[in-house]
Nanobody, 123 residues
């Protein structure tokens, strides 16, 4: 069964840090995993992606130097460390999987998606 389950979201203040987790099923162990986010009224935005061999795409300019993606294959987990959070980081954060060794930044490329986790940053 294919599963992607995000966790770690919540309500924080500007300047705080959060670490999001994405647990993926074993059937996705060779897939690239990406993080996206979507704020109300906005398009889904690519943040970063990582292959099973730890090759990374991103992070995007909007979160560069603040967000870091990492992966633990032994635990079937991908993480998104988010530092110096800003109110504009408020969104639902999703992880997604694509069967490629060259993960792209466009959300239609990704086959499987989690349900998302809400991150709210207050000013």
């Amino acid at each position: 069964q294919v599963q992607l389950i995000e966790s770690g979201g919540g309500l924080v203040q500007a300047g705080d840090s959060l670490r999001l987790s994405c647990r993926y099923s074993g059937t996705l162990s060779m897939y690239s995993i990406a993080w996206f986010r979507q704020a109300p009224g906005k398009e889904r935005e690519f943040i970063a992606a990582i292959t099973w061999s730890d090759i990374k795409t991103g992070p995007s300019d909007s979160v560069k130097d603040r967000f870091t993606i990492s992966r633990d294959n032994a635990k079937n987990m991908v993480y998104l460390q988010m530092n110096s959070l800003k109110p504009e980081d408020t969104a639902v954060y999703y992880c997604a999987a694509d069967q490629t060794v060259y993960p792209g930044t466009e959300f239609p490329l990704y086959e499987y998606w989690g349900q998302g986790t809400q991150v709210t940053v207050s000013s």
